[in-house]
T-cell receptor, first 114, second 113 residues
Framework: AQSVTQLDSQVPVFEEAPVELRCNYSSSVSVYLFWYVQYPNQGLQLLLKYLSGSTLVKGINGFEAEFNKSQTSFHLRKPSVHISDTAEYFC????????????FGSGTQLTVLP | NAGVTQTPKFRVLKTGQSMTLLCAQDMNHEYMYWYRQDPGMGLRLIHYSVGEGTTAKGEVPDGYNVSRLKKQNFLLGLESAAPSQTSVYFC????????????FGDGTRLSIL
């Protein structure tokens, strides 16, 4: 079984400041990793994913994430946030051999302040 | 291209009533999923389907039933609604490979009084 821990439930940050949203996972098998974003009253949208290869992956809206196998982490970063980045962000993992069980973290609410 | 469409978007039920939530996808995806989202708990998988005519239990299946009679549709049923089932329900779909992202609908907000 897999588990995902998002260490911060709420992250307030001022506009144009950098931000890091933390995600740690636990799994006995190899996994693929995803970050999703949820804007108010909407479904989840894919930000980026790590499957293999380069540990630094770039996604939409200027976000990037780094996979660290030894620390079992997949932290999301953005060098300069905008008001429009205010949303809830979810980290998720799935066993690399199965599409059956995507496990989500509890989410991090990012609030960008003017 | 509509993607994943959920109906209805909002519903209020009384305890003991039944209802069905409909999910439709037009991407020819094999896998479909029903999740519930509750504050501070992320998304939890209720049931899923790996193809037409198949269903399987997820993490929190009790009190729910599902059916996948057509590849493009995945129905979630509540036979006797309880206040604990007040939640936001999301449907998702994906191709059969685990490296493909899931595509989500906009959710159904369900309140059980």
């Amino acid at each position: 079984a897999q588990s995902v821990t998002q260490l911060d439930s709420q992250v307030p940050v001022f506009e144009e400041a950098p931000v890091e949203l933390r995600c740690n996972y636990s799994s006995s098998v190899s996994v693929y990793l995803f970050w999703y974003v949820q804007y108010p009253n909407q479904g989840l949208q894919l930000l980026l994913k790590y499957l293999s290869g380069s540990t630094l992956v770039k996604g939409i809206n200027g976000f990037e994430a780094e996979f660290n196998k030894s620390q079992t982490s997949f932290h999301l970063r953005k060098p300069s946030v905008h008001i429009s980045d205010t949303a809830e962000y979810f980290c998720a993992v799935i066993p690399s051999g199965s599409a059956r069980q995507l496990t989500f973290g509890s989410g991090t609410q990012l609030t960008v302040l003017p | 291209n509509a993607g994943v469409t959920q109906t209805p978007k909002f519903r209020v039920l009384k305890t003991g009533q039944s209802m069905t939530l409909l999910c439709a996808q037009d991407m020819n995806h094999e896998y479909m999923y029903w999740y519930r989202q509750d504050p501070g708990m992320g998304l939890r998988l209720i049931h899923y389907s790996v193809g037409e005519g198949t269903t399987a239990k997820g993490e929190v299946p009790d009190g729910y039933n599902v059916s996948r009679l057509k590849k493009q549709n995945f129905l979630l049923g509540l036979e006797s609604a309880a206040p604990s089932q007040t939640s936001v329900y999301f449907c998702a779909s994906t191709l059969s490979s685990s490296n493909q992202p899931q595509h989500f609908g906009d959710g159904t907000r369900l309140s059980i009084l």
